[in-house]
């Protein structure tokens, strides 16, 4: 057990990982707040609170999530650095859950703090900013509201960091240089082909269609009206389930097994 997992060596491989590019590693976070901070403050002067809530929500952590893991295990970008990687004295096991920890864990919990401190800022400033003795006030005041952490957006874009950092994990030690770039293309191109194929199945099944959610829905032209068909339960619940455990613990898991593999 000892030659997989050691307290003592992960400490110090933990330790090495951030001393060795802690400009890097510091300064890549920062930058992905930063552009969530810039983002927010754009969609709310063009959008209004809800979009730039869910905006830079979605960006921060779904998108911050991808670049954190590439970052992580980007030292397959070279045959050098993968190799000099490969040799430090850790193990498989202890290198994959130093990747985890930073861009699965650590990054999470500053964004989801650094995320809510910045929403209640501007939401208490446009609070104050409201005229008491106005009319509207009291719409005005519970129309902005800081965004729910805990709400179905937030649990959608919770999935969506699950599976985009799983991605990008697996990427960065299948495909070793670019792997940012082919990992972004594959899965830009495995939601296509998805999307497609459920249009396609949706309009042989139904014909004409005004819309189909991602196995989820369709909808059908009715006259001058619209009809909705929803997926029936216990196949939303199995795509449910497949699409927020099933598949991100897979490509979480994948990494561990390539680490493995590289280093044998």
Known sequence: MNNTFSIKRFKLLFRKTIAERPVQTIGVMALLLVL???????AKELAGFNAAQNLSFIWGLAGGGFFMASFVFGYFGTNASGSSYLTLPASYLEKWLCGILIAGVLYLI????????????????YHHSLDPSSLSYKQQYDSVYPFDLTGRIAGKVYAMFLMLAGAMFTGALYFNKSAFIKTAIF??????????????????????????????????????????????????????????????????????????????
Do not use: Q
């Open 110 to 125: 500053i964004f989801l703090l650094f995320y809510h401190l910045m929403d209640i800022a501007f939401v208490e400033a």
């Open 187 to 264: 899965c830009c191109s495995i939601f296509l082909v998805l999307f497609g194929l459920n249009w396609l199945t949706a309009t042989m099944l139904f014909g004409h269609i005004n819309d189909a959610g991602l196995y989820n829905h369709v909808t059908l032209p009715l006259g001058k009206e619209e009809a909705t068909l929803l997926m029936p339960a216990s196949t939303e619940s199995l795509f449910l389930t497949t699409t927020l455990y099933i598949i991100p613990a897979v490509l979480w898991l994948l990494p561990l097994i390539r680490l493995r593999e590289k280093e044998f």
């Open 36 to 42: 969530s901070l810039i983002l927010y403050v754009a």
